[in-house]
């Protein structure tokens, strides 16, 4: 079972082994050097019921933070931007029918994508330093 870090009884963060960005995202390395990618609980809760997801081609690279594509909420949209340099290898096709997957489960069946690095993952941060993104967040 994954620790988590809780802020304000609604946020959660979940520890090892995920890593997470500045621009709350979060990403799970696999078995086969791909990695899981998806947005956090902060974001999801703080985006509201979602509507849809604008994804990227599998192939299109990107650089470290660059938008990868738009989640779109009732009340607002938001990009989604990349972990670190990398290449869509898959991505989550069920999201096309139900966005609200991400709000239900975003550590788990809520993904978005699957990425390969194309250049390290040495942009990615642990659980508590974005904790503390989160909290200062919540203060403003």
């Known amino acids: ?39 956090t609980g902060y974001a999801a809760t703080e985006l509201g019921e979602l509507a849809f997801v604008e994804f990227p081609e599998v192939g299109d690279t990107f650089e470290a933070e660059e938008s990868m594509g738009v989640i779109e909420a009732l009340k607002t949209v938001s990009d989604y931007y990349a972990p670190f340099d990398c290449e869509v ?7 096309e029918d139900d966005a609200n997957i991400i709000h239900e489960d975003c550590y788990g069946e809520g993904w978005i994508l699957k990425v390969k690095p194309t250049n390290g993952t040495d942009t990615l941060i642990t659980a508590e330093e974005y904790a503390e993104i989160v909290k200062k967040e919540i203060e403003h």
């Open 1 to 39: 079972m994954t620790e988590e870090i809780v802020i304000k009884d609604k946020y959660v963060i979940k520890k090892e082994p995920f890593k997470y960005t500045k621009t709350h995202e979060w990403v799970l390395k696999q078995e086969d050097g791909t990695w899981l990618y998806g947005i």
């Open 89 to 95: 290898v898959e991505i989550h096709e069920e999201l």
